[in-house]
């Protein structure tokens, strides 16, 4: 039997913090998109039909990957790699989006199609990294198959939070105090910062247990 | 005392009949529900509106007198002619919301030689037009089922010209933002021949006000308003090649035909002359204040406050 530590468990309500914020940016991102495409494909309502495939999509792929990237000596370092390349990754919604979308709008004349490759080319590719993030953390979370389900269950809980906040907070404020470019540049910055701090952290851990492994041995 | 409760009961009587009466003098002739709204047409008597939300005051509406289709009913479709006194003879003529089409209907009458397109982005208002409106397609009268915005674009690839854009594409509940940015202005004046117009139907009550004057200035430079002091809408009208010093007050021969030609459907030509003003002489917003852009966009947001 394992001994649950009842103090409460710092580096497992950092996860849970990390799954969160992923579930923010995404529907933060998702939220900005209506309004990125507007200019080029206008907000009939095949935009939104266009912007919410994409990102069910990329998120089921995401959850996939993710998934099976866990099974493969998983830990806190690969987790924060995720975040900075998610955070990266968002960049070209800042860099190209109007050079991408002028030149989707000549190509393509009928705006349903065009609306829908405009979405793929801008947030597949940042929505699957998001995606992987859910899985990853219910891997790190998991110590014993018994408690999989309420882990798994409260990172849902953790991270779907996290969606609603995010859609609510950027269409009521976010969207009246700056422009779409700064928010999106300051979620991507904030990701990467993130995964920084959660690689640091790993990088302590690891000399934390180290040196008590050193002191166990030490002792015996 | 039995007097006096006998005139109150007769009193409420009295109110409870004229509600009634009132009630059932609008009737509801066809609902339905669009992609984008409800749509409902009422008739009142001899009036018939097209009405996108019951509940909202703020609701703008559509209106046309079944007995004399041709007059227009509401002041701001009215204001909206001013842009014949600044450029009486546009050929080429493109409204950007179409309503019950009564504007088009109205400057085919006027106008029956200028080519008119019509862009709405609801199938459902342009059939609830056909069929309630009596809206009027022919050779020269087009109905374009898009967004206004891609419309715009798409016509300034074709190469496209317009000598009177009518944007009207507002109705007080739901504003749609990428319809009121700077950039958009750009392209719409760029769609603009050279002695081209602006005509829009715009807000004039909410924090908003402020930002969408701040917004066509630096398109256009100075504009005309055209509001009255009772309604809650306002005429912004704006020209491709800036304002002219002075506004002709109605010794022109055109505009003298014109007069007469807009007395027959109910409109006033002094009055609209009266109601119009430069920005040039009396601007009313102060001069910092932020634009929108598609960057930065939220109308519907400001349009929240009343202040």
């Known amino acids: ?220 | 005392m039995l007097n006096s409760v006998n005139k109150f009961i007769s009193s409420i009587c009295f109110v409870l009949s004229v509600f009634i009466i009132n009630n059932a003098m609008a009737e509801v002739v066809h609902s339905e529900r669009s992609l984008y709204r409800n749509i409902i047409v009422e008739d009142k008597g001899d009036l018939r509106c097209l009405k996108f939300n019951v509940k909202s005051s703020k609701t703008r509406q559509s209106c046309l007198l079944k007995s004399q289709p041709q007059e227009l009913v509401f002041n701001y479709t009215k204001q909206l002619l001013t842009g014949l006194l600044v450029n009486p003879e546009p050929k080429r003529i493109l409204i950007i919301g179409l309503g019950g089409g009564t504007m088009s209907n109205t400057l085919h009458q006027l106008l029956p030689e200028s080519f008119i397109d019509n862009v709405e982005i609801d199938e459902s208002v342009i059939k609830v037009a056909r069929q309630y409106f009596g809206y009027l397609e022919n050779e020269q009268i087009k109905t374009y089922s898009q967004d206004g915005r891609v419309f715009v674009k798409r016509a300034l690839l074709k190469k496209q010209e317009y000598d009177w854009i009518i944007l009207d594409a507002f109705n007080g509940d739901y504003i749609p933002e990428h319809l009121m940015t700077q950039e958009y202005l750009e392209e719409i004046k760029r769609l603009l021949s050279l002695s081209g117009i602006l005509t829009a139907n715009t807000f004039s009550s909410s924090k908003l006000y402020a930002y969408e004057s701040a917004t066509y200035k630096s398109v256009f430079g100075d504009f005309y308003q055209v509001s009255n002091s009772d309604s809650s809408n306002r005429i912004i009208l704006a020209r491709n090649n800036g304002l002219e010093q002075n506004v002709d007050s109605g010794k022109n021969e055109n505009v003298s035909k014109l007069a007469i030609d807009l007395l027959a459907i109910g409109v006033d030509v002094k009055k609209l002359y009266q109601n119009m003003r430069s920005t040039a002489a009396h601007q009313d917003w102060p001069d910092d204040n932020p634009i929108l852009t598609d960057q930065f966009a939220p109308a519907n947001l400001l349009n929240i406050d009343t202040d």
């Not at chain 1, 468990?9 to 933060?28: H, K, T, V």
């Not at chain 1, 935009?47 to 995401?62: A, D, P, Q, R």
């Not at chain 1, 928010?183 to 180290?210: C, E, F, P, R, W």
């Open chain 1, 1 to 220: 039997m394992q001994i649950s530590n009842k103090p409460i468990n710092f580096s497992n309500l950092y996860i849970y913090f990390l799954a969160f914020s992923s579930g923010f940016s995404i529907m933060c991102i998702e939220l900005l998109a209506g309004r990125i495409l507007a200019p080029f494909f206008g907000s009939s309502v095949h935009i939104w039909g266009s912007i919410i495939t994409v990102f069910m999509l990329s998120l089921s792929f995401g959850y996939l990957l993710g998934g099976k990237f866990s099974t493969h000596s998983a830990s806190l370092n690969r987790y924060g790699a995720i975040f900075i390349i998610a955070g990266l990754t968002l960049l070209p919604i800042v860099t190209s989006s109007v050079w991408l979308m002028e030149s989707i709008f000549l190509a393509v004349e009928d705006s349903r199609y065009g609306s829908l490759l405009a979405s793929t080319a801008l947030f597949f590719i940042p929505t699957i990294v998001l995606g992987m993030l859910s899985p990853y953390s219910v891997r790190l979370l998991v110590k014993n198959s018994n408690e999989s389900g309420q882990v798994a269950g409260k990172l849902y809980f953790v991270s779907t939070l996290g969606s609603a906040i995010g859609t609510i907070i950027t269409s009521f404020y976010l969207v009246m105090w700056f422009d779409i470019d700064t928010i999106v540049l300051s979620v991507s910055l904030v990701l990467s910062l993130l995964g920084i701090t959660t690689i640091a952290v790993a990088k302590m851990n690891a000399s934390l247990s180290k040196t008590k492994i050193q002191r166990d041995v030490s002792h015996a």
